[in-house]
């Protein structure tokens, strides 16, 4: 009833909200996707995104849609595996960026080991720069990271709004500097912070620097500061600053899907967990998991 094709496009129109960006995901023409998506809501008899000129959103059928979706390509892909008698095995070097410690990553990884028990997965989490840095050293052969949009690097995932976070305690004195909580260099999201407020002449000063995003979610919820963030992973205790507060726009930022240049092995079972992470993306977004969700898994640090 419902084609797998259709089913993936569907998956990558979810999860980008956008037509064009899941057509360059997908290597197809902005049309096709279109049509794909009209005939799987002819197929499910439900209209499944509403959508105009500047937005795309899913209806209440298409939220519904995601988990039925997701289930049968899991399971499309295991009898494909099993009865072409394809295997995918080798070491598998992944690194996750801190900002999914609190996702639902570890499920997507689960899943991901129960279907290919041959693979040796090894995780590291790790600031987006520093992956960037040891994909390109030969150490990673997958990663699932920050970038900033107009970084050529890497398959979207999905793009999200930066904001700024804190307590709902904190307030910010007008004309005092204010207090930032951030990751070391290279962390994306301190430049981009740093950078806002340097162009709006705004002071500034740190009160917290960790490597660790547990780290400075503690230091946040203590009111000690404000720290920028991905939207759609505001940590639990933490609420955007007001706009009263005058701090300037952060932009947007990308989580992407970059690969290592390691043939072999690697590259089959790289391809295999990018697959399952762009198919299970928008699980990354929906719930968070309690603190140290991806810490016993860990290699690398």
């Known amino acids: 009833m419902y084609d797998p094709t259709h089913l993936r496009t569907f998956l990558a129109v979810a999860q980008t909200l956008s037509f064009t960006q899941a057509a360059r995901r997908l290597g197809l023409r902005q049309s096709t996707v279109s049509q794909h998506v009209r005939r799987l809501e002819d197929a499910a008899g439900r209209r499944l995104f509403l959508r105009d ?20 390509l899991e399971v499309h892909e295991q009898a494909t595996a099993f009865f072409t008698g394809t295997r995918v095995r080798g070491r598998l070097r992944f690194g996750a960026s801190e900002d999914f410690v609190l996702t639902r990553l570890p499920e997507i990884l689960e899943g991901f080991r129960h279907d290919h028990p041959e693979v040796d997965l090894e995780l590291t989490v790790e600031l987006s720069g520093t992956l960037h840095e040891q994909l390109a050293a030969g150490k990673l052969d997958l990663v699932l990271a920050k970038r900033r949009p107009e970084d050529p690097r890497g398959e979207l995932v999905w793009r999200d709004d930066l904001v700024w976070i804190g307590s709902g305690r904190l307030r910010l004195e007008a004309g005092r500097p204010v207090p930032l909580i951030v990751y070391p260099p290279p962390g994306i999201t301190r430049a981009r912070a740093l950078e806002v407020l340097e162009e709006q002449g705004r002071p500034w000063r740190i009160v917290c620097t960790s490597g660790s995003l547990n780290g400075l979610i503690a230091a946040a919820r203590a009111g000690l500061g404000v720290m920028a963030h991905s939207r759609r992973l505001i940590p639990p205790g933490l609420l955007r600053v007001p706009e009263r507060a005058g701090l300037p726009e952060l932009g947007r930022v990308d989580f992407v899907l970059v690969h290592g240049r390691r043939p072999g092995a690697a ?28 810490r016993g898994q860990e290699h690398g640090r």
């Open 53 to 72: 000129t500047h937005t795309v959103e899913l209806t209440e059928d298409g939220e519904a849609m995601l988990g039925f979706a997701r289930r049968l």
């Open 267 to 294: 590259q089959g079972a790289a391809d295999a967990l990018a697959a399952a992470i762009l198919a299970g993306g928008d699980r990354l977004r929906a719930g968070q998991r309690q603190a140290g969700g991806l």
